[in-house]
């Protein structure tokens, strides 16, 4: 009860004295805000100096990496010709076909003639036109034949040779060759008998080039679709 009396009847001077300490107390929090305030600014300041410089280092490795990047891809460049030298040594020099003992439009290699069809037929067509020219479709017998072949032919085509596969799974030479005894020279993934028609894909041929390689692999395709084919024979002096 005295303390709130003495607080109800307060004399000027010390409701002056009140009111400075009153003022006092308040700058005093107010100082302390502005610390706060200032701290937290402080410590902003800090924080976004450590977040940029972070950024600036992840930029530089960033623009370090692109470099690097850069660096091994024109290296790569440089590299590929040597490589696809190196892949095509076989060509190196270059097949300039020759008619030799052969009749015209056919061209030599080893010891057969070769005949190269503009015209498109089915196998069976292709096999029996070459029967009419007294040969068979071409039968691969080794790596030259074929590297012969894939030189003298055109990239886009695909032709017709004389392998056929009687039995799934049975392929043979039309000429009677033993097929298990030849090299086989299948591209990837084939052969697949890919079924787009019912037939599924029982004849033998050199494939169309789809990527660098020089080199023409083989594909079993439907028999029934149309193709140029390349026919073999032997010289007319054997
Ligand atoms: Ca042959
Ligand atoms: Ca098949
Ligand atoms: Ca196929």
Redesign the pocket.
Known sequence: MESISYDRFTTPEAEINHTGQKFLLESGRQNRKMYIIYGVLVLYVFILTLAVGIKISQVSQDVADVGLSVESIVASIKEAPKTLQIENAHFSERVMPVRGPCQEDWVFYKDSCYFQSSAKKSWQNAENNCIQKGSHLVVVNDLDELDFLSAIVKTSNSYWMGLV?KE?GQWSWVDGTDFSATEHHWDIGQ?D?WDFRVN???CGQIHARITEERRRLWN?ADCTLSYPYICERKPKSH
């Open positions: 596969e799934e052969p008998d599924g894909e029982d079993d």
